[in-house]
Every structure is written in structure tokens, then in C-alpha cells.
């Protein structure tokens, strides 16, 4: 069964906006995906063509774009950055001004549905800069009081990114050879895991308003969703 939600995604040219736009597009429940960022992304494919709409913001004069928040049901907030990459003040910059920017504009454009990608072990008090900040925005987020927000806070994310990422990349390679396979809840969250759990999180019901998601909750969402899906195809060939 299909619907008219329309969801808004910031941060979608990164992975974990990549997958979750994915995962949005084939949702037959969204009938458009609105993409804010920095820069358009040429799409090929006639599924990205058809429902997508990207509209192009300078995130540094971010209030000179309030409109291009508007005209969503649900928003997801995926960006971010790391201090090798950044800096530390390019890191706080875009991880704290830009992220808690991105949700004041939402709520003042009427959004009721705000998901923010933080971190495992995000804690504003934390005496390093990571953790800290994704707890500062999470702090300043929550204060907003939107109807409903959905806080995700996966673990080390298991992704082949397109910029290199020497440190991680060995960090990823050695955790997809152990304790991904013997338990992966511990200490990885596959992308697409990542991605189907927070779209589905946009229909699922009974919920708290505020609502942290550590890495155990994000793999039961995903679960519910390919559960769903396998029901689906079983009632498909019984037919």
C-alpha cells in the first residue's frame, strides 16, 4: 500500500545518506525524497529521477535557506564529518552548527518527525571532542521538542567509503574477519542495516517521543523490516 509522505534527507551524499536514500526510494510508502546539500548529484537511475528533488544550500549562510527545509513529513539528518577530515573546529562546525541548524529550520517548517544520526557513546560531558559534540547536538536537538524524534547511535559503521580512511578502513577489515561474525551487534553496524532500520522507524508505531537507538535497537528495526518482507513474499507465492 502506497502513501503521499515525503521525506528530506540531509547529508545523503555521504554513506549512510546514500544507503538510507536507497532504501527511501524503494519504499513505496514515500512518494518523494527531498535531497538539501551542498552540491547535486548527476543520478542515472530512472527511480532516483522519478522521486527524488535536490535542492542546493550554502550550509554556512544556512538561515538564508529556511524554505528548502520545507514541504516534508519526515527528516533525516545523516550529516557529519570526523576531525581527521575536518579539523577540530570543521568537525564541531559541521557536526554541531550545521547539524543543530539543519533541526531548528525543520522545526520551524513544521516538521514532526526529526531522526538524527549520532554516535555510539555520544555524551555531551565526554572529555573527547567526538563523543562530545554528538552529545552537545543531541542535547540542543531534544530541547526543540519535536513531536517526535528518533536518535540513532550505531557502531563502528561497515562501509567501503570513497575517500580513504587509512585508520578505518584497517579497524573495518579487522572487525569484518571477528566479531562481525561471531556477533555483530557488539561493535559493527552494517550501512544498509543502518538505513533500513531508520526508514522503517518512519512507519513504525508506539514509540517514545524521544527515543535512543543504541546498535541493539537498530538491527531489531532492520529485522522487523526483511521479517516483514520475507511474511510478504511467502503470502505472494501462496497466491
Not at 532516483?48 to 528533488?53: H, N, R, S, V
Not at 557513546?121 to 513531536?147: C, H, R
Amino acid at each position: 500500500m502506497s502513501t503521499d509522505k515525503i521525506a528530506l534527507v540531509t547529508g545523503y551524499t555521504g554513506e549512510t545518506g546514500k544507503a538510507l536514500v536507497k532504501e527511501l526510494i524503494s519504499n513505496n510508502q514515500f512518494k518523494k525524497i527531498i535531497l538539501v546539500g551542498r552540491r547535486k548529484v548527476d543520478y542515472t537511475d530512472n527511480k532516483y529521477l522519478e522521486k527524488t528533488e535536490q535542492r542546493e544550500i550554502d550550509f554556512d549562510k544556512i538561515d538564508d535557506h529556511a524554505e528548502a527545509f520545507g514541504g516534508a513529513d519526515v527528516h533525516f539528518s545523516c550529516l557529519g564529518t570526523t576531525r581527521g577530515k575536518s579539523g577540530a573546529e570543521g568537525f564541531r562546525r559541521v557536526d554541531y552548527d550545521y547539524v543543530v541548524g539543519i533541526a531548528r529550520l525543520a522545526k520551524q517548517q513544521g516538521c514532526k518527525h526529526f531522526h538524527l544520526v549520532s554516535s555510539q557513546g555520544a555524551n555531551e560531558n565526554s572529555y573527547f571532542l567526538y563523543p562530545q559534540v554528538k552529545g552537545q547536538s543531541e542535547a540542543a536537538i531534544t530541547k526543540m521538542s519535536f513531536d517526535r524524534l528518533s536518535i540513532y547511535r550505531p557502531a563502528v559503521l561497515m562501509v567501503d567509503r570513497a575517500e580513504s580512511r587509512t585508520l578505518e578502513r584497517l579497524a573495518r577489515t579487522i572487525l569484518s574477519y571477528t566479531i562481525q561474525r561471531i556477533a555483530p551487534e557488539w561493535l559493527t553496524t552494517p550501512i544498509d542495516v543502518l538505513g533500513r532500520a531508520m526508514c522503517l522507524n518512519s512507519f513504525t508505531k508506539d514509540r517514545p517521543n524521544v527515543e535512543i537507538l543504541d546498535n541493539h535497537a537498530i538491527f531489531r528495526l532492520a529485522e522487523q523490516q526483511s521479517n516483514s518482507e520475507s511474511d510478504q513474499s511467502k503470502t505472494t507465492n501462496e497466491l
